[in-house]
């Protein structure tokens, strides 16, 4: 039992359970209300790309915690898994597993000729995934990057499972559900983009000191922290814009429990973070920062639920 218990940190569960949160959220509240013709062979296919994305998801971060032994050592010493309660050649051997399960499940309701698309993103994800753990969260600036995209790849890839490869290049002209479909994939993508840029940001302040003992070359390392705090305003400044703009746009339409949801759940612990953010120093703080952050994440996904009753 410990040992599982052990395991469902190495493959950060919590973060799995985002991921199962959010593609269900999409499918099943955007998606639906705007196909409802979709039936049970479009709830088929969902359940298979979210099963993959979340084997491929664990996958990604078992290899990561492998390659992080060494800096975890140092600036979380107390969470270490790797090495202390699985052994090395275990934890290859679940990241291997859980790749390839995840690229022979999306095979089962997903025809190569008809979803290459698919198949190629997967393998894609999986290598990014392995190449950020061993280069390229070390380089300046690419693994923040690399990480967002594939935050933001969580979503899309359940708005690119809908369409085959011939739907997308030749989408349906007039379409209404398409262009809102769409929209909404773009939305919330942007969103999971642009706030995991901060995320990532606000983690490598806070694990600076373990970072740099082993060469790596983050924002604060090689920017100084201010000017990543300069860096961090700025996308939250982008956010909280887009945020308010869209829900003047919507004032007309008379979506006021959601606009209040926006306001107060969204955007104010954005505000809050960019108030607090040039005051606080201390990888507690930014500990404290990115968990606000995560609170607003969660929050602009839950949002999707609105769009059930307002589509």
């Known amino acids: 039992m410990k040992v599982f218990i052990h395991f469902l940190k190495l493959v950060r569960w919590p973060n799995l359970l985002f991921i199962l949160l959010a593609e269900c959220l999409f499918h099943f509240c955007i998606y639906k209300p705007l196909y409802p013709s979709g039936g049970l062979a479009a709830d088929r296919q969902f359940y298979f790309i979210l099963i993959t994305y979340i084997l491929i998801a664990a996958a990604g971060y078992i290899i990561n915690d492998y390659f992080d032994v060494n800096i975890d050592q140092v600036n979380k010493p107390e969470k270490v898994v790797v090495g202390e309660y699985i052994s090395r050649r275990w934890v290859i051997f679940w990241h291997l597993i859980f790749s390839l399960l995840g690229i022979y499940i999306s095979t089962i309701a997903f025809p190569f000729q008809l979803y290459w698309h ?20 070390k380089d300046f600036l690419v693994g923040n990057v690399v990480i967002s995209i594939l935050t933001a790849w969580s979503i899309a890839v359940v708005y690119f499972s809908k369409f085959t490869v011939s739907e997308l290049f030749h989408p349906e002209i007039g379409s209404t559900a398409n262009v809102r479909f769409f929209k909404l994939m773009l939305l919330y993508s942007a969103f999971a983009f642009i706030l995991t840029l901060v995320r990532e940001a606000l983690k490598d302040m806070e694990d600076i000191e373990g970072d740099e003992k082993f060469g790596c070359k983050t924002l604060p390392i090689v920017w100084g922290l201010m000017p990543t705090k300069v860096y961090i305003a700025v996308w939250l400044m982008v956010v909280i814009v887009m945020l308010t703009v869209i829900q003047i746009f ?29 005051s606080s120093f201390t990888s507690k703080d930014f500990t404290k920062l990115s968990s606000w952050i995560k609170f607003a994440m969660l929050a602009g996904i839950l949002s999707m639920g609105f769009f059930y009753f307002l589509l």
Do not use: M, R
């Open 118 to 137: 698919i198949h190629l993103a997967n393998l894609a994800t999986i290598l990014f995934l392995w190449f950020y753990s061993t280069n390229f969260k």
């Open 250 to 278: 919507v004032l007309p339409l008379g979506w006021w429990i959601s606009i209040i949801y926006c306001i107060v759940l969204i955007v104010a612990p954005l505000i809050y973070v960019l108030v607090k953010l040039p």
